[in-house]
């Protein structure tokens, strides 16, 4: 037991480490378009950290994150431009909407389950799709929302992508440690009891409804999270930036990292960012080779990164324990 706290102590010192070297190099040698690049695919870890615990912990596609992450941009913007709140406060206030919104939404959506509750998420994003592009008073219609206030925090103003990049970093591994303290809690399990069988959960006198209801809530307020911090990263909103592609394009950022682990969710959304920057010196065939190399993904690693990391490892843990046998 000993020794694998002691493993597990090594791993986040090791991964400390990592992260704060990267933070150096990027920060320091990275051009300003690299660095927009890395903001964007941190902003994006947190709203997928929502469909780890949604899809990871309790076993429901969730398609409509895209949908909190939208409204809850437009809502702090509005809140920032219009009524002159500080955008800290706004993306606060935005962000604990979007937890009631997703709240009083799962009552009535987390009836349905499995492919019924995708088709409803998928429905969910083109309904607020189509509101953010025509509703002019709230979203600027088509046109957007433009001048919107950047934040300001601590005497700060965050006016530049390298602000931003380190403030976000801070905030993908607060939101990382909170998800993986919901894993290990009595709450994560029982959400993970409804996934692997939900007759078995409802025996243990788990409330198969309102566990699942908190699930999609705290999945609410991390993509509000997310789209309050794009929005005044960006300085302007569009529709355009929520559609179902995104949506669909979040769901397998979580899949190729590891659904079930908060690492690998964090590292799929960085790998599917970034590999278009890789391809796209391959020109028109960009879109082909990314297609590609998701169907190699999801046919040669169905559990993800982490699913491949933690199967050669355990190989690896059984050749040398079966070596040990045959020597002694």
């Not at 509000?224 to 990263?233: A, K, M, R, T, Y």
Request: hydrophobic share 55%; net charge positive.
């Amino acid at each position: 037991m000993k020794q694998k706290n002691l493993w597990s102590r090594f791993r986040l010192l090791v991964l400390l480490v990592v992260v704060a070297v990267l933070m150096f190099v990027i920060g320091r040698f990275a051009s300003t378009y690299q660095v927009s690049v890395f903001n964007v695919t941190l902003m994006y870890a947190i709203g997928c950290l929502g469909i780890s615990i949604m899809m990871g912990m309790g076993g429901q596609m969730m398609l409509m994150s895209i949908s909190f992450m939208g409204m809850g941009g437009f809502l702090s913007a509005n809140i920032a431009m219009r009524l002159g709140v500080p955008v800290w406060l706004s993306i606060i206030i935005s962000t604990l909407a979007m937890g009631v919104v997703a709240f009083l939404l799962g009552q009535v959506l987390l009836n349905l389950t499995g492919a019924f509750f995708a088709f409803a998420g998928m429905g969910m994003v083109q309904i607020t799709f189509t509101f953010l592009q025509n509703y002019k008073p709230f979203s600027g219609g088509p046109d957007g929302l433009t001048f919107i206030p950047p934040l300001q925090l601590f005497g700060i103003t965050f006016d530049t992508y390298q602000k931003w990049f380190y403030l976000l970093v801070v905030l993908v591994i607060l939101s990382g440690l909170a998800v993986e303290r919901i894993r290990k809690s009595s709450f994560g399990r029982a959400l993970q009891s409804i996934r692997d069988d939900r007759v078995a959960a409802q025996t243990l006198g788990i409330n198969l409804k309102s566990t699942s209801v908190y699930a999609f809530t705290i999945a609410g307020i991390l993509a509000g999270l997310s789209g309050g911090l794009i929005v005044h990263h960006n300085g302007s909103a569009s529709a355009m930036l929520f559609v179902q592609a995104l949506s669909t394009r979040w769901f397998m950022m979580t899949m190729i990292g590891g659904v079930n682990n908060t690492i690998g969710s964090i590292l799929g959304v960085i790998l599917m960012n970034l590999m278009p920057e890789v391809l796209r010196m391959s020109g028109q065939f960009m879109k082909l080779l990314d297609g590609v190399v998701i169907i190699v993904f999801m046919i040669f690693m169905p559990m993800g990164l982490t699913g491949l990391i933690k199967s050669v490892s355990m190989r690896i843990k059984l050749s040398l324990s079966k070596g040990k046998e045959a020597t002694s």
